[in-house]
């Protein structure tokens, strides 16, 4: 099928923004790290696991690993004919290796050892682990790009000022560098703890109670060995489980997905609402259209494309982390299907992620009018008259200067009068004199840099 018969986005219209992600969770890729894991485990086995396991001679090693490294698009066909028989997928890949391995005399008297005392959640729990790590390794590096990004942002406009505010309404002023340090500090935050998540696997045998290792020899501990084989993939085991490994892991990396989704749809909104109140002007594009109508516009298209995509990964997500800490006894299979769409999670939020990088590029600060909307709203100095009257003992501060600022508009005239009349120490009203909407910054500008 044509990229334009596909009937995901993410194969057709974005599959070259998401390809490392697209490749890493395909069908093929999971096929051949099942594949993978299948002959290592043969290896293991017989090099590790003791006397009942006869070694490979030095050539039938060699020869095992080459059918390892020889895996192709081919052997990817292969195993999807098989299974069109099975009805089985891991099944499949075991009679694939099975296959592979009848074509050397020195590994026939070894093809019984192709997954040797495993059920299939073993090499799909190890398989899904795999493909997590390396899916988080790649999200994280876009996450890097973005969250320096926004560093260099907000140190680069750490003193612009800009009017804040709260309840849509003027607030304390602050700086377009701390407000963007704001999102940079939460997305780090996020990204330390997705970097300490480690995917879980089992490889305890049909319900996780090691019996067919334990038959084979119990004289090895089992729980260490196992281990041992799954830290091979940089994996850590669970070795107490049900046939399936609970997926709580799983959860776990699909909820901090969730939150740095919900960080980047609140950058995305706020973005969108200062590009809107002329606060961040947009770069032009040559050739680039933003209205089939009206020539004139140009829209803020990359956070709303960001927004939407973080919005389909958020449902996603949320439904991989309530599902799949659920089965029924044992095991049931309705997570199969499930664990299937984890790219699709990630997909959507990885080009939410790019997206936002996009619009980033595109955005620069419009000083004059921060300046002007600042200039227009001195009430927002009230704050500090009613903090320099307590300072000097009024008890009802706030009540009074309430009375004579809220709701109404001020500007510098009006407020340096209410100054004047204050009864307080020339002092403090100097102080007072001294403050403007532009100054009056906190350490706003320290933030941003820090």
Same mark, same amino acid.
């Given at each position: 099928?044509?990229?334009?018969?596909?009937?995901?986005?993410?194969?057709?219209?974005?599959?070259?923004?998401?390809?490392?992600?697209?490749?890493?969770?395909?069908?093929?890729?999971?096929?051949?790290?099942?594949?993978?894991?299948?002959?290592?485990?043969?290896?293991?086995?017989?090099?590790?696991?003791?006397?009942?396991?006869?070694?490979?001679?030095?050539?039938?090693?060699?020869?095992?690993?080459?059918?390892?490294?020889?895996?192709?698009?081919?052997?990817?066909?292969?195993?999807?004919?098989?299974?069109?028989?099975?009805?089985?997928?891991?099944?499949?890949?075991?009679?694939?290796?099975?296959?592979?391995?009848?074509?050397?005399?020195?590994?026939?008297?070894?093809?019984?050892?192709?997954?040797?005392?495993?059920?299939?959640?073993?090499?799909?729990?190890?398989?899904?682990?795999?493909?997590?790590?390396?899916?988080?390794?790649?999200?994280?590096?876009?996450?890097?790009?973005?969250?320096?990004?926004?560093?260099?942002?907000?140190?680069?406009?750490?003193?612009?000022?800009?009017?804040?505010?709260?309840?849509?309404?003027?607030?304390?002023?602050?700086?377009?560098?701390?407000?963007?340090?704001?999102?940079?500090?939460?997305?780090?935050?996020?990204?330390?703890?997705?970097? #300490?998540?480690?995917?879980?696997?089992?490889?305890?045998?049909?319900?996780?109670? /090691?019996?067919?290792?334990? @038959? &084979?020899? $119990? +004289?090895?501990?089992?729980?260490?060995?196992?281990?041992?084989?799954?830290?091979?993939?940089?994996?850590?085991?669970?070795?107490?489980?049900?046939?399936?490994?609970?997926?709580?892991?799983?959860?776990?990396?699909?909820?901090?997905?969730?939150?740095?989704?919900?960080?980047?749809?609140?950058?995305?909104?706020?973005?969108?609402?200062?590009?809107?109140?002329?606060?961040?002007?947009?770069?032009?594009?040559?050739?680039?259209?933003?209205?089939?109508?009206?020539?004139?516009?140009?829209?803020?298209?990359?956070?709303? #494309?960001?927004?939407?995509?973080?919005?389909?990964?958020?449902?996603?997500?949320? /439904?991989?982390?309530?599902? @799949? &800490?659920? $089965? +029924?006894?044992?095991?049931?299979?309705?997570?199969?299907?499930?664990?299937?769409?984890?790219?699709?999670?990630?997909?959507?939020?990885?080009?939410?992620?790019?997206?936002?990088?996009?619009?980033?590029?595109?955005?620069?600060?419009?000083?004059?009018?921060?300046?002007?909307?600042?200039?227009?709203?001195?009430?927002?100095?009230?704050?500090?008259?009613?903090?320099?009257?307590?300072?000097?003992?009024?008890?009802?501060?706030?009540?009074?200067?309430?009375?004579?600022?809220?709701?109404?508009?001020?500007?510098?005239?009006?407020?340096?009068?209410?100054?004047?009349?204050?009864?307080?120490?020339?002092?403090?009203?100097?102080?007072?004199?001294?403050?403007?909407?532009?100054?009056?910054?906190?350490?706003?500008?320290?933030?941003?840099?820090?």
């Amino acid at each position: 099928m044509k990229h334009q018969d596909l009937i995901s986005p993410l194969d057709n219209r974005y599959s070259q923004k998401i390809i490392n992600l697209a490749n890493n969770f395909s069908e093929s890729n999971l096929n051949k790290t099942r594949f993978e894991i299948e002959i290592d485990w043969i290896i293991f086995l017989t090099t590790q696991c003791g006397k009942n396991f006869k070694p490979l001679s030095s050539a039938a090693k060699k020869n095992l690993l080459n059918i390892k490294m020889n895996f192709d698009h081919r052997s990817a066909k292969r195993i999807k004919d098989i299974e069109s028989k099975t009805n089985h997928d891991v099944k499949a890949v075991e009679y694939f290796i099975r296959e592979e391995m009848g074509k050397f005399s020195n590994l026939k008297k070894y093809q019984h050892l192709v997954h040797f005392a495993l059920t299939s959640e073993d090499i799909n729990s190890l398989s899904y682990a795999v493909l997590l790590r390396d899916a988080r390794d790649i999200y994280l590096r876009k996450l890097d790009i973005l969250i320096k990004d926004l560093n260099s942002k907000s140190r680069s406009w750490a003193s612009i000022p800009m009017l804040a505010r709260t309840h849509g309404q003027a607030a304390s002023p602050s700086t377009l560098g701390k407000e963007i340090k704001v999102f940079q500090q939460r997305l780090s935050r996020q990204k330390a703890m997705l970097k #300490n998540m480690k995917p879980l696997a089992k490889f305890g045998g049909a319900t996780g109670n /090691f019996h067919t290792l334990d @038959l &084979s020899d $119990s +004289r090895i501990n089992w729980v260490s060995k196992t281990r041992k084989f799954l830290n091979l993939f940089k994996v850590e085991q669970n070795p107490i489980t049900t046939q399936i490994e609970p997926h709580d892991g799983i959860a776990e990396i699909s909820q901090c997905i969730q939150r740095i989704n919900n960080i980047l749809i609140d950058l995305n909104q706020d973005i969108w609402i200062y590009i809107s109140n002329d606060i961040f002007r947009l770069k032009m594009k040559d050739g680039e259209i933003g209205s089939s109508t009206m020539p004139h516009k140009v829209n803020p298209i990359d956070f709303e #494309n960001s927004e939407g995509n973080l919005g389909l990964s958020n449902s996603l997500m949320s /439904f991989f982390a309530d599902k @799949l &800490s659920k $089965s +029924r006894l044992q095991r049931d299979l309705s997570d199969s299907t499930v664990l299937r769409n984890l790219g699709v999670g990630f997909g959507y939020s990885y080009l939410g992620l790019s997206s936002c990088l996009t619009g980033l590029d595109k955005i620069q600060p419009n000083k004059d009018v921060a300046y002007k909307e600042l200039s227009e709203n001195w009430q927002v100095l009230a704050e500090a008259i009613q903090i320099i009257m307590k300072l000097e003992g009024y008890d009802n501060a706030y009540e009074e200067i309430k009375a004579k600022t809220r709701g109404q508009s001020i500007d510098q005239e009006s407020y340096l009068k209410i100054v004047s009349d204050l009864n307080i120490t020339d002092e403090s009203k100097e102080k007072l004199k001294k403050l403007t909407p532009l100054n009056y910054l906190g350490i706003a500008s320290k933030l941003a840099k820090s």
